[in-house]
């Protein structure tokens, strides 16, 4: 349960002043395409990665950093508090022994009454080093259930990496190339993974035009191939060549590699009682070309290796762990990163502390972040009917199984064209044929449906053979030329196969999938095939599979068959209207400012004399130390300077040399740099010493920048200068191309205003809502007789929105907090806002609009971009049917208001939008309104109103 303390810190890291991913966050939401099980987790990525500097996890631990108990609130003695604020391993230690799991059991009480009792008892950094399996680098796993979308995630965090190693290119922390292990078991699995990643879009995690450029950096490797042919005189392993064609591998960016880790990194390895074997001496060709590989992949740069679905590895993963060690002793690891739907071990682990006290979890430690299955379900799984059937003919199971799935999902044709689909695993090939596919043909007969939309999927034996083109059948079940709707399986399909139409599945006895994997196939037919639909998915078991499934449940998600069939987190389907065309509501005319840039080069790179300066700027301040008594008299102060060498990091010139290149990312290269060796050792002479016959690095000199300053020398020094233009645009307030008619959410507070009022608003706009005489007769009678509240009550279930013609050009508003709610409600309770013919319009959700404002900041002269701003609102008056005049907007909350980006969009907005815009139209069009939630409500209104009323009135 470690990964509960990194949840907490994270939390407390992205609301405080620290966080500087708020507004990517912001913008992954609104772009609404990936899962709320993925957004935490990519919280949680940057998280470690910007505020942790993705340092180990024992590393983390034992410096505290996740520490966020409050021992003030503890009964402890003086001296173990004392001991546990001065040691920030104990007290991470210490909060782990108090964390509860579900079930509300501590981790244990044992630990914690053992620290409070003696707190230098135990060795903490050696705990922390063996509960994170004593690896030396980056080792983080994040748990989430099948269906959540892990290849997706995995592209996510590539290109989060390559955005903030673009911005950073030194910055350790992020990543610059990637190997991804694809499940071991699975052969079929590393080309679809890849097809997966390759086909993620990057502007929905970050904005343009980084997206399309990080896209176009990529490029993509399958290593997968065995040996090449005998008759060719290419390199025996393909493997090889295909990483070797993006030498040199120190400038190597953006390379993404998809394997198969048990059939190609873990290659001609043994393991014997814990020992490795990678025959590195060994003679035998197929050693060679083994080692090979895995010593071409351990030389590319800043690597983070992505392991999917880590519980496959078990068998492997000490191979994996020394070949990953071996890698990291290049200095070349970024990370090691693990996916898994399935976070519990099978036996307990047990920690020592003491000789006399162990710590056991059955979690699997490095985990950073997990998403529970039953979470899922509901949200973006199909929730699951469980059905179990008392019977011991499999036969009458299958019967009662297909006829069930056929009444209920027949006609179920999803959004996207797919049919619902039924799966039935049957044991044996003989099975299949002979008996299975006889009673299922005659079955759907009776539907009216044919055997052409049964598909019989094995691979053969000498009695019958593989059906033709079964597997092409297979392929494109998930295509909507797909006519299949019930598919019979022998030991294929159980894990791997991602089938989102698959709706329902059949397992009748024992032997129709292996003992350990009833789990994982009575899921494969819950994958959600319509993002936000409330779908459901029908599982028919014997009970024997069934009491199976309950064992599995528990041991790998800690949750009964009860909870997992009656989960439900389905998300509140909201119909949406288009509101604009009863409005006739007008573009919004306005100009964006842009700014052209001519590029000017004030001075022409002269290395040969730049490069013999470059560490005359980088020269460390000496430290002075003042010696003196309490009296502090000056006349009795002794003042020496501290000139002594603190150097410690080795340094030869080749690898100096070798730094400079690598952190310009190749430029300049070390052939350019040697043209310049004779400057380049005076200065290297000049930043390290000499100690017992070696050199180090000097603590006088800051080295960074006399590498950036070396590396600039080798570029012209250039200026630009910027020209303004104003560009005229027309931008509508409702994006028809983003507006769908229905959404799910599973906050509908969000969406203003409710359900009820929308249908009314309707209603009324179509002339049907009518009060009926009864009801008003109800209504007069409750407010005659005292009960007003109810009164109201009714009354408004039968009327919309007073000013609905002055607002809402679509509906309902997806509002980003409940003060942009407030707002809306105060605004159009004015009555300036029907005196004076005003229209109020939410332009806050970035999808929804078109109206977008380029923002710049000005230094000097010259202009620098700072980034696309959307008001929350325009408050409008229109003139002759268009639109006359706008003030512009912003609400905002005060943790937000304090964003630096934000603050200059802001100035610019205040001081250059509205003057270039009014100036251009001749008259004052433009106005802008910032409003603080911090502002007492009062003092809000009277503002806004003042406003209006200064702008509005009449000219």
């Not at 009792?117 to 509960?131: C, E, G, H, Q």
């Not at 609400?891 to 815009?917: L, R, V």
Request: hydrophobic fraction near 35%; aromatic fraction near 10%.
């Amino acid at each position: 349960m470690f990964y509960k303390m990194i949840e907490n810190k994270c939390k407390e890291w992205y609301s405080s002043d620290q966080c500087t991913v708020r507004n990517l966050i912001e913008y992954i939401e609104k772009t609404g395409q990936m899962r709320d099980a993925q957004i935490e987790a990519i919280k949680v990525y940057l998280f470690l990665k910007i505020g942790c500097e993705c340092k180990p996890l024992e590393f983390l631990f034992r410096y505290g950093c996740f520490n966020s108990i409050n021992l003030n609130d503890i009964e402890l003695s003086t001296a173990t508090r004392e001991y546990l604020e001065e040691n920030p391993a104990a007290t991470a230690l210490f909060e782990y022994s108090r964390l509860t799991n579900d079930k509300g059991e501590q981790v244990s009480e044992k630990l914690e009454k053992q620290i409070k009792k003696d707190p230098s008892s135990i060795d903490y950094d050696a705990f922390f080093r063996t509960a994170f399996y004593g690896v030396s680098y980056t080792d983080y796993l994040f748990s989430l259930p099948m269906g959540a979308g892990k290849t997706y995630l995995m592209a996510a965090f590539i290109y989060l990496d390559l955005y903030f190693a673009l911005n950073e290119p030194t910055n350790p922390a992020f990543a610059h190339n990637f190997i991804i292990f694809a499940p071991s078991g699975l052969k079929s699995s590393v080309v679809p993974s890849l097809k997966t990643i390759q086909n993620f879009n990057p502007a929905w995690i970050i904005p343009e035009p980084a997206a399309t450029d990080i896209k176009r950096m990529i490029s993509f490797e399958v290593l997968d191939q065995g040996k090449t042919a005998n008759k060719s005189n290419k390199t025996k392993n393909p493997n090889v060549q295909k990483i070797a064609n993006h030498q040199p591998l120190s400038e190597l960016f953006g390379l993404v590699a998809v394997t198969n880790a048990e059939k190609v990194i873990l290659d001609r390895i043994q393991e014997k009682s814990g020992q490795i074997n990678m025959f590195e001496e060994s003679d035998d060709e197929k050693d060679r070309q083994a080692n090979e590989l895995r010593n071409l992949i351990g030389k590319l740069p800043s690597l983070s290796i992505f392991i999917d679905e880590v519980h496959h590895a078990v068998s492997d993963e000490i191979k994996l762990r020394a070949v990953v060690t071996k890698w990291a002793q290049n200095h070349t690891v970024n990370s090691v990163i693990g996916f898994s739907g399935t976070p519990y071990l099978e036996k307990a682990e047990k920690f020592k502390v003491l000789d006399s006290l162990s710590v056991g979890t059955a979690e699997i430690t490095n985990i950073v972040y997990y998403y529970p299955l039953i979470d899922g379900v509901g949200n973006f799984l199909k929730r699951p009917v469980v059905k179990i059937a008392d019977i011991a003919d499999s036969s009458l199971i299958i019967e009662k199984g297909v006829r069930e799935f056929l009444n209920t999902y027949r006609d179920t044709v999803y959004a996207d064209g797919l049919t619902a689909k039924l799966g039935i695993y049957c044991g044996t090939i003989e099975k299949l044929e002979e008996v299975v596919y006889p009673l299922v043909s005659r079955i759907v007969a009776e539907y009216g449906l044919g055997t052409d939309t049964i598909l019989k999927f094995h691979k053969g034996n000498k009695q019958y053979k593989m059906p033709t083109d079964s597997q092409m059948q297979f392929d494109i079940l998930d295509k909507s030329i797909s006519k299949i709707r019930i598919v019979l399986l022998v030991q294929i399909g159980k894990e791997g196969w991602d089938c989102r139409s698959l709706t329902g599945i059949i397992l009748s006895q024992e032997g129709d999938c292996p003992t350990n994997m009833v789990l994982q196939t009575s899921c494969r037919c819950l994958r959600q095939v319509i993002k936000g639909n409330p779908e459901t998915a029908l599982i028919y078991l014997n009970e024997s599979n069934a009491n199976k499934l309950n064992v599995q449940l528990e041991q790998q998600h800690h949750i009964s068959l009860k909870e997992f069939s009656s989960a439900d987190n389905s998300k509140t389907p909201l119909k949406r209207y288009n509101r604009t065309a009863h409005l006739k509501l007008p573009k919004v005319d306005f100009y964006q400012l842009k700014i052209n840039y001519d590029t000017l080069t004030v001075e022409k790179a002269d290395p040969a004399n730049t490069i013999a300066v470059s560490a005359d700027s980088a020269r460390l301040a000496d430290s002075i130390i003042k010696t003196t008594d309490l009296s502090m008299d000056e006349s009795k102060t002794s003042i020496t300077v501290d000139d002594t060498e603190y150097g410690t990091e080795p340094a030869t010139f080749n690898s100096w040399i070798y730094g400079i290149m690598k952190g310009g990312f190749g430029s300049p290269t070390v052939a350019e740099l040697m043209k310049y060796a004779e400057q380049l050792k005076t200065v290297y002479q000049k930043i390290t010493f000499e100690k017992d016959g070696s050199r180090y690095y000097s603590s006088h000199y800051n080295r960074q920048l006399v590498e950036a300053n070396i590396r600039k020398s080798f570029s012209d020094r250039l200026d630009f200068n910027t020209t303004e233009e104003l560009i005229p645009e027309e931008a509508n307030l409702l994006n028809i191309a983003n507006f769908t008619p229905e959404v799910y959410t599973d906050k509908p507070t969000d969406y203003y205003p409710t359900q009820g009022v929308v249908e009314n608003i309707i209603k009324d706009d179509k002339g049907k809502l009518k009060l009926d005489p009864k009801m008003e007769e109800t209504i007069r009678f409750l407010e005659e007789n005292g009960n007003a509240a109810m009164a109201a009550t009714l009354r408004a279930q039968s009327s919309s929105h007073t000013n609905k013609d002055r607002s809402f050009h679509y509906l309902p508003y997806r509002t980003d907090s409940g003060f942009e709610q407030t707002f809306l409600k105060e605004v159009l309770s004015f009555d300036e806002i029907e005196n004076l013919g005003l229209e109020v319009y939410y332009n806050g959700d970035r999808a929804m609009t078109e109206f977008k404002i380029k923002c710049y900041k000005k230094t000097g002269n010259k202009w620098s971009y700072v980034g696309i701003y959307t008001p929350d609102f325009l408050i409008i008056k229109r003139k002759d049917g268009k639109i006359h005049k706008i003030i512009v907007v912003e609400t905002k909350g005060e943790i937000y208001a304090k964003d630096p980006t934000f603050k200059e969009k802001k100035t610019f907005m205040e001081t250059e939008f509205s003057k270039q815009n009014n100036t251009a139209f001749g008259y004052e069009r433009f106005d802008y309104l910032y409003l603080e939630d911090t502002l007492p409500e009062k003092d809000r209104m009277t503002l806004t109103r003042r406003k209006i009323c200064e702008f509005f009135k009449e000219d």
